[in-house]
């Protein structure tokens, strides 16, 4: 699969919204949670393909603003979950010179979670080779909104003027205002929607959906879309004559 790549075209951007843990965990009997355990192999088997082709910026949704909505012991599991597979892919990140950031209300996190969160960001801030963004109690609609309101905040005390108001503003006012927007969305499991992941950055997105239930997601599944990304023609309302 990867020699099917071409290294000139790759996507600047890939997002994932990595779905079907649950599915996963349920075909063999098992809780839930044990699907989440094993969609840990599922993110490191995409960290490092993304990694070795020269992925520049690769998005991984793991919890939204509506998961808070789960069933606590599985919102815990989740938390607990999150906080051991950071402290354990640290020394990994260091080492392939990756730097880990994060967009949504990650104050909201449970308080172990976020400090070794945090505890990792700084470590990993002068990384350059990829920069992975974890989206945590993330919602689009959410980040959305805050920036409405830090916009407005402005306008009242009179730093900028109405007349300011531009997409460019509105970008840079969202939790991803150094991020490019995504060339391309994979969401896994089979479910063709978006649920609230990045819909002001996804304007023009390609989008590829798969089967494949997040936890038996590998290189080849991500190398895969990557192949299909590169069939596409991205005209952003042109012709294909002008393009
Ligand atoms: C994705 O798998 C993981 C999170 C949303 C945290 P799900 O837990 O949504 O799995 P399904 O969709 O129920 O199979
Ligand atoms: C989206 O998956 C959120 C994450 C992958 C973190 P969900 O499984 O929560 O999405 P819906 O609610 O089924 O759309
Ligand atoms: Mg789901």
């Known amino acids: 699969?990867?020699?099917?790549i071409i290294l000139e075209k790759l996507p600047e951007h890939v997002a994932i919204i990595m779905d079907g843990n649950g599915r996963w965990a349920k075909?063999?009997?098992a809780f839930r949670v044990f699907g989440h355990q094993h969609g840990v192999t599922a993110v490191k088997e995409t960290v490092e393909a993304a990694t070795e082709i020269?992925?520049?910026?690769l998005t991984l949704?793991?919890?939204?603003?509506?998961?808070?909505?789960?069933?606590?012991?599985e919102v815990d599991a989740l938390m607990e979950l999150l906080v051991r597979s950071i402290n354990n892919e640290t020394e990994t990140l260091i080492k392939n010179n990756i730097r880990l950031i994060a967009i949504g209300d990650i104050e909201s996190l449970h308080k172990n979670c976020y400090d070794e969160l945090m505890n990792t960001i700084n470590i990993t801030a002068n990384n350059t080779r990829m920069t992975l963004v974890l989206a945590l109690s993330y919602s689009s609609k959410w980040e959305i909104t805050q920036a409405v309101k830090k916009i407005a905040e402005k306008i009242k005390n009179n730093i900028?003027?109405?007349n300011d108001i531009n997409q460019e503003l509105i970008?840079?006012?969202l939790n991803t205002k150094d991020i490019p927007d995504p060339s391309l969305?994979?969401?896994t499991s089979g479910e063709y929607r978006i649920s609230n992941f990045l819909l002001w950055q996804m304007a023009y997105t390609e989008l590829y959906f798969t089967p494949v239930l997040w936890p038996d997601f590998r290189k080849n599944?991500?190398?895969?879309a990557i192949i299909d990304y590169q069939k596409r023609e991205r005209r952003f309302g042109m012709t294909s004559e002008q393009i």
Do not use: C, H, Q
Not at 54 to 57: D, H, L
């Open 1 to 4: 699969m990867k020699e099917k």
């Open 61 to 73: 949704y793991a919890f939204s603003t509506e998961n808070w909505l789960r069933p606590k012991e």
């Open 27 to 29: 075909k063999r009997g």
């Open 54 to 57: 020269g992925i520049k910026f």
């Open 185 to 187: 969305l994979i969401r």
């Open 160 to 162: 900028i003027d109405v």
């Open 221 to 224: 599944d991500f190398y895969s």
């Open 171 to 173: 970008s840079n006012s």
